[in-house]
């Protein structure tokens, strides 16, 4: 009777034990499902699709983007965070929101507790533009026209880096507009060509393309130095705002209980794409630089909470004021 209560118990440990094993090794065996919490035409959609190529090409499989905006990206994050199953086969490419809006807003889910870091993909300076035919060619000149004229800004949505960006830049500058959220970048485009919004601060890889096009001017760039890619653009430090610096970083979570070993599976993954000359080739393009953390899960979890604990000292300060 004991032996067989111990071969039962070792058969009971190896289903429970080798069988998560097992399953991590044999992950993925189906299409994944890749959540986008924006808006199509914006930074975050283009840059998921592209991990999204990559990253299935790496993993043998196919990953299919959904778009889920609103809400600042919330909406998406919490569907990843409350709704979808910790299998490894929902996962979330999304932004500094997820770290911003902890500090910002009352969030109906936890970021920190019901998400894990898996990877860090990319930062990305702002480009402050303006219609092509505005009269504004310098950051100066939106600062003066503010005292006379009622500005508008444009943002991928409340809470989001190119709101915060905004809302910085008016605190150090000492100048007044009135923000207007959309749910994503892209979709503020056309009234900004129309002139209907003032500005917008929109990171460097969706910004570029609208500059080249001719459609919109670039007034300054939100990185410390000038852009390698876009050397002709000041940066809003030199403008009159020293030390400024904002960057808008992307990267991947999951679901806080997704399995360790599907976890390790995904980072391995993503870290071969971003490594690849052909991924380093596109963020050079769009003036990408790699995000400051280490290749790991647990450095890109480190990184997202210092992020958090920068923005709740910043609220904590009163350089920033809460949503809610």
């Keep these: 009777m004991r032996r067989a209560i111990l071969a039962a118990f070792t058969l009971i440990t190896i289903v429970a034990f080798g069988g998560g094993l097992a399953h991590g090794q044999t992950y993925p065996n189906k299409p994944i499902t890749m959540v986008v919490p924006y808006a199509a035409g914006?930074?975050?959609?283009?840059?998921?699709?592209?991990?999204?190529?990559?990253?299935?090409?790496?993993?043998?499989?196919?990953?299919?983007?959904?778009?889920?905006?609103?809400?600042?990206?919330?909406?998406?994050?919490?569907?990843?965070?409350?709704?979808?199953?910790?299998?490894?086969?929902?996962?979330l490419f999304t932004g500094n929101p997820i770290a911003i809006n902890v500090a910002l807003m009352?969030?109906?889910?936890?970021?920190?507790?019901d998400l894990a870091p898996v990877a860090g993909i990319a930062a990305f300076p702002s480009i402050l533009v303006t219609s092509a035919t505005s009269p504004y060619m310098t950051l100066a000149d939106v600062i003066k026209a503010s005292k006379t004229t009622h500005l508008t800004f444009g943002s991928s949505g409340p809470g989001t880096h190119s709101h915060m960006s905004g809302e910085l830049v008016k605190a150090m500058s000492h100048f007044d507009m009135t923000h207007v959220p959309y749910k994503g970048s892209g979709p503020v485009y056309p009234d900004l060509i129309a002139g209907r919004i003032s500005v917008?601060?929109?990171?460097?890889?969706?910004?570029?393309?609208?500059?080249?096009?001719?459609?919109?001017?670039?007034?300054?760039?939100?990185?410390?130095?000038?852009?390698?890619?876009?050397?002709?653009?000041?940066?809003?430090?030199?403008?009159?705002?020293?030390?400024?610096?904002?960057?808008?970083?992307?990267?991947?979570?999951?679901?806080?209980?997704?399995?360790?070993?599907i976890v390790t599976h995904l980072e391995r993954a993503i870290y071969k794409v971003v490594q690849s000359p052909a991924f380093a080739s596109r963020l050079d393009q769009w003036a990408g630089l790699p995000l400051p953390a280490e290749p790991t899960a647990a450095g890109?979890?480190?990184?997202?909470?210092?992020?958090?604990?920068?923005?709740?000292?910043?609220?904590?300060?009163?350089?920033?004021?809460?949503?809610?």
């Design 200 to 261: 917008l601060f929109d990171t460097s890889a969706s910004a570029i393309g609208f500059i080249n096009g001719g459609k919109v001017r670039a007034l300054g760039i939100t990185s410390k130095e000038r852009s390698k890619a876009t050397p002709n653009i000041p940066t809003i430090a030199e403008q009159g705002v020293p030390g400024f610096e904002a960057l808008t970083w992307f990267g991947v979570f999951v679901p806080s209980s997704t399995p360790p070993a």
């Design 106 to 113: 009352n969030l109906s889910f936890d970021p920190v507790k």
């Design 300 to 324: 890109f979890g480190r990184f997202y909470r210092n992020e958090v604990q920068d923005w709740e000292k910043l609220v904590r300060d009163g350089k920033v004021k809460r949503l809610d």
């Design 42 to 91: 914006g930074t975050a959609e283009v840059l998921g699709r592209i991990l999204a190529q990559q990253l299935g090409d790496v993993l043998g499989q196919s990953i299919v983007v959904e778009i889920k905006a609103g809400a600042g990206s919330m909406i998406g994050a919490e569907y990843v965070a409350k709704i979808a199953k910790p299998d490894g086969y929902t996962i």
